[in-house]
């Protein structure tokens, strides 16, 4: 019993930080903060950092050859990163890939990043439903309250906040793909 009240205590800090946090997003990013980051290096740091943190899968970062400058609020697009990754990682078998793919798209001059996963992808029906506040369709193998269904709602939020999108869809080969997108410095 002393475990499970502990479990549940946990389940509920997670869930009033994560509540927290997104009321606070919108306030924080709107104007202030924002800074130019040479986006494939901030990512490039992301992967590097976060592989070590879960050694059990392999993380692998496709990225161009030159800078890709944006302005953003480098510690809020961090913690998008966390998120998507977090999912990908709860979705994903031990030992296999998630891929990190960034390249810049001239036509409507913006920066996109793929993060493709190797899970059993997202229900059609759920494409959109995945980033409504406090959903959660979680692995059948996972502990009940190990995410509170605020993580990619988060995410969106912050990305919209820098005027961009988040979006996601399935890969033709299997596996879910959270597409980042942002607008390029004219």
Known sequence: LPILILQDVQRLDRLITDISQASRVDHEIMGQNLI????ASLIN??????????????LHFDRPELPIMVRVNESRMVQVL?????????FSPKWCTIKFILRRQATNNTVVLDIIDAGPGIPETK????????????PSDE????????????????ISAHNGQLTAYNEPEGGAC???????ER
């Open 36 to 39: 130019f980051v040479d986006f």
């Open 45 to 58: 740091n992301f992967v590097k950092m976060r592989s070590q943190t879960y050694s059990e899968h392999k």
């Open 82 to 90: 966390d998120n998507v990754l977090s999912n990908a990682i709860s």
């Open 127 to 138: 494409l959109e439903t995945v980033f409504d506040r406090f959903y959660s369709e979680r």
């Open 143 to 158: 502990k009940f309250g190990e995410h509170s269904g605020l993580g990619l709602s988060i995410a969106r939020q912050i």
């Open 178 to 184: 959270f597409r980042l997108a942002l607008p390029l």
